[in-house]
């Protein structure tokens, strides 16, 4: 049965791609379509690809100019007569033969190479511009393990930090954005418009501008220093409270009137009800939420002024200082910090379209 199943899902997606406007062949509308599709993956997806390519790059393959996409390393060769493997290069010799020999040492514009196939032979004088560096596919590892080693137990306290500021600030994120939502969509009182125009008017203040009033409160508070400090501040968001409003209008009011008369308090009406019906709101919120909390950098650089409390992102800004850019294991970091970003998209994606679809529907 699941073979089955899986196979129709996999025939319906093949369907899907394949499908076309034209009935023998492919209309001119839709080349145009997937042409404007395959633009947008790469013009979204090729940064991303980018970045984690280029953490598995050599710090000399990320120095060059033009820069490659792929992550190459020099070929080597070990000769005998020499300790340490030379760097192999293709040289262009007068009479237009190709040839591949091996790097000694460089010297100006010139430099001094052996053939690895006859060492006998002695050294040649090579002019650089004449060589070509022989190089492969390689993927360097160095940079996570050195990124492990040198951050040690602090790079698992960073990870903890952020986790637990954005998962403990989705839940109360998600909680109350449902509440304000469901008084808002399904209970009838005077200021109610008001309310939500009042609420959505928010959207309008720059995060900047209420940064400073923020942080005094967050003074006032003793919260300086401290998680909490982060969490409670952002709890609440109008884009939260507005999606999962005009999806709980949709929810009928017939179901919340049989419930009352059966003595149904409005606390498990909330939870017993309008929670598991607005599931796949309820999914978007909890997505952006979640990338909105992991990805935070201002409001944690201003409140977390200890090392011990310290985010991911915050730990991205120490590979950088006033003499020069880390960038192999910046680039690591990058990549290891977007990881769980990844894993909770694939896990909530199958709400994510419903969701926003079913939104605004009445």
């Given at each position: 049965?699941?073979?089955?199943?899986?196979?129709?899902?996999?025939?319906s997606?093949?369907?899907?791609l394949t499908?076309r406007?034209?009935r023998?062949?492919?209309?001119?509308t839709?080349?145009l379509t997937?042409?404007y599709?395959?633009?947008?993956?790469?013009?979204?997806?090729?940064p991303?690809l980018?970045v984690?390519?280029s953490?598995f790059k050599?710090?000399?393959?990320?120095?060059e100019?033009?820069?490659?996409?792929?992550?190459y390393?020099?070929e080597?060769v070990?000769v005998?007569g020499?300790?340490e493997?030379l760097?192999?290069y293709?040289?262009?010799t007068?009479?237009?033969e190709?040839?591949?020999?091996a790097?000694?040492?460089?010297?100006?514009l010139?430099?001094?190479?052996?053939?690895?196939?006859?060492?006998?032979?002695?050294?040649?004088?090579?002019?650089?511009?004449?060589?070509k560096?022989?190089?492969?596919i390689?993927f360097t590892?160095?940079?996570y393990?050195?990124?492990?080693?040198?951050?040690?137990?602090?790079?698992?306290l960073f990870?903890?930090n952020?986790?637990f500021?954005?998962?403990?600030?989705?839940?109360?994120?998600?909680?109350?954005n449902?509440m304000?939502?469901?008084a808002l969509?399904k209970y009838?009182?005077?200021g109610?418009?008001l309310?939500l125009?009042?609420?959505?008017?928010?959207?309008?203040?720059?995060?900047?501008?209420?940064?400073v009033?923020?942080y005094?409160?967050?003074?006032?508070?003793g919260?300086?220093?401290?998680?909490w400090g982060?969490i409670?501040?952002?709890?609440?968001?109008p884009?939260?409270?507005?999606?999962?409003r005009?999806y709980?209008?949709?929810i009928?009011?017939?179901?919340?009137?049989?419930?009352?008369?059966d003595h149904?308090?409005?606390?498990?009406?909330?939870w017993?009800?309008?929670l598991?019906l607005?599931?796949?709101a309820?999914?978007?919120v909890?997505?952006?939420s979640?990338?909105?909390?992991?990805?935070?950098?201002?409001?944690?650089?201003?409140?977390l002024?200890r090392?011990?409390v310290?985010?991911?992102?915050l730990?991205?800004?120490?590979f950088?200082?006033?003499?020069?850019?880390?960038?192999d294991?910046?680039?690591?970091?990058?990549?290891?910090?977007?990881?769980?970003?990844?894993?909770?998209f694939?896990f909530?994606?199958?709400?994510?379209?419903s969701?926003i679809?079913?939104?605004g529907?009445?």
């Open positions: 049965m699941t073979e089955l199943t899986a196979r129709t899902a996999q025939s997606i093949l369907q899907f499908r406007r034209g023998v062949r492919a209309d001119w839709d080349w997937y042409a599709l395959f633009l947008g993956l790469a013009v979204m997806f090729a991303v980018w984690v390519l953490s050599a710090p000399v393959n990320l120095a100019f033009p820069p490659t996409f792929l992550p390393a020099a080597t070990t005998e020499f300790d493997p760097s192999l293709e040289v262009t007068e009479d237009g190709t040839r591949q020999l790097q000694i040492r460089r010297v100006g010139n430099a001094q190479m052996i053939d690895p196939a006859n060492p006998g032979a002695g050294r040649l004088v090579v002019p650089v511009a004449d060589a560096p022989v190089r492969s390689f590892w160095q940079h393990t050195r990124l492990l080693s040198a951050s040690g137990s602090d790079l698992w990870v903890y952020s986790l500021i954005t998962i403990v600030a989705t839940a109360i994120t998600v909680i109350m449902s304000a939502a469901f969509s009838r009182f005077k109610n418009t309310a125009i009042a609420i959505l008017m928010t959207l309008m203040i720059p995060p900047t501008v209420v940064l009033p923020i005094l409160i967050v003074a006032q508070l919260l300086v220093g401290n998680l982060v409670l501040p952002t709890v609440a968001t884009t939260g409270v507005f999606l999962l005009q709980m209008l949709t009928p009011d017939e179901l919340i009137e049989a419930a009352r008369m149904a308090s409005e606390w498990r009406i909330y017993r009800i309008i598991p607005s599931a796949p309820l999914a978007v909890a997505i952006f979640i990338l909105s909390r992991w990805n935070d950098f201002l409001l944690p650089l201003v409140v002024n090392r011990e310290f985010t991911l992102q730990a991205l800004a120490s950088q200082d006033e003499n020069q850019i880390h960038y294991q910046l680039l690591a970091m990058t990549t290891l910090t977007a990881l769980p970003l990844a894993f909770a694939i909530l994606q199958r709400y994510i379209a969701g679809a079913s939104t529907i009445k």
